[in-house]
């Protein structure tokens, strides 16, 4: 796995998995350039949808094996864990 692909709080997670097969994180997934055919078919193969040569961001909910095949491809940027956001308190 290429740890400097990955944001802090992914490699903070991916450290604390039990299943690494199991497709639990959701993450935005960076490429550079926009994917070519192979590099499309191969983020559909690991469950990545709407893969277009338009794009060169993309969301998927993936394992960590996964994540760690990604990290390895020369055309991935960078892969950041989503967060869960909560609404603002207005006081």
Do not use: C
């Not at 998995?17 to 199991?22: L, R």
Request: charged residues 25%.
């Amino acid at each position: 796995m290429n740890y400097q692909k990955l944001d802090a709080p992914l490699a903070m997670a991916l450290n604390r998995v039990q299943d690494s097969d199991e497709p639990r994180f959701v993450v935005f997934i960076h490429t550079e350039p926009a994917p070519d055919e192979a590099a499309a078919a191969f983020l559909e193969r690991m469950g990545v949808s709407g893969v277009t040569r338009e794009r060169d961001v993309f969301s998927a909910k993936l394992s960590a094996n996964a994540i760690a095949q990604l990290s390895e491809q020369s055309w991935v940027q960078y892969i950041r864990l989503s967060q869960q956001l909560r609404p603002v308190q207005r006081r």
